[in-house]
């Protein structure tokens, strides 16, 4: 199964720590989505690309954040200096070209800042 | 901007009772509805989708039709099982505004 994969699962870091998480999207899928899911909320969209262009930020995505997705592949969303309410759980998914296509998501990369 | 609004939870029902979820939403324009699941300790995943108005989308016994009249695309079961039982989150994805929009979800319990 070549699913949707993120990594790491798990990352706890202190305040004021750069983070980077990796996501690996089902290979022949061009779009590929970041959002992040507060406990008992739906996920939240950040951004997303359309093979290695970035397409649309979320308003929720401060200057401390940044998305690559180089050569379309994988993509990797770095928090900069990290603040306590960036602790959530981060999803990736991907999709076909269209909004209409079914996004698959990976099973997101929880954050916790101390 | 857009908005997704469901009928708060937890949702508790008895195994082979009728379920619904309501879910009504705020777009300009003409969205696309979806229906996502995410069963215990697994990542979310479509149910269901539909993409323009009076479309019904059906899966695993649910449904759900897009009413662009009411701004409404509410998630029927005829009868629900112990397995069912996960957290269900209705979405709307346009072109015109915040690209894809998640509501809050509800949480099912089906008991036997």
């Known amino acids: 199964d070549t699913g949707v994969s993120q990594d790491p699962r798990h990352k706890i870091t202190k305040r004021g720590q750069n983070v980077t998480f990796r996501c690996d999207p089902i290979s022949e899928h061009n779009r590929l989505y970041w959002y992040r899911q507060t406990l008992g909320q739906g996920p939240e969209f950040l951004t997303y690309f359309q093979n290695e262009a970035q397409l649309e930020k979320s308003r929720l995505l401060s200057d401390r954040f940044s998305a690559e997705r180089p050569k379309g592949s994988f993509s990797t969303l770095e928090i900069q200096r990290t603040e306590q309410g960036d602790s959530a759980m981060y999803l990736c998914?991907?999709?076909?070209?269209?909004?209409?296509?079914?996004?698959?998501f990976g099973p997101g990369t929880r954050l916790t800042v101390l | 901007g857009d908005s997704v609004t469901q009928m708060e939870g937890p949702v508790t029902l008895s195994e082979e009772a009728f379920l619904t979820i309501n879910c009504t939403y705020t777009a300009t324009g003409y969205p696309s509805l979806f229906w996502y699941v995410q069963y215990p300790g697994e990542g979310l995943q479509l149910l269901l989708k539909a993409t323009k108005a009076d479309d019904k989308g059906s899966n695993k016994g649910f449904e759900a039709t897009y009413r662009k009249e009411t701004t409404s695309f509410h998630l029927e079961k005829g009868s629900v099982q112990v397995s069912d039982s996960a957290v269900y989150f209705c979405a709307l994805s346009n072109v015109n505004g915040q690209n894809f929009v998640f509501g809050p979800g509800t949480r099912l319990s089906v008991l036997p």
């Open positions: 998914a991907s999709s076909l070209s269209l909004l209409t296509d079914t996004q698959y």
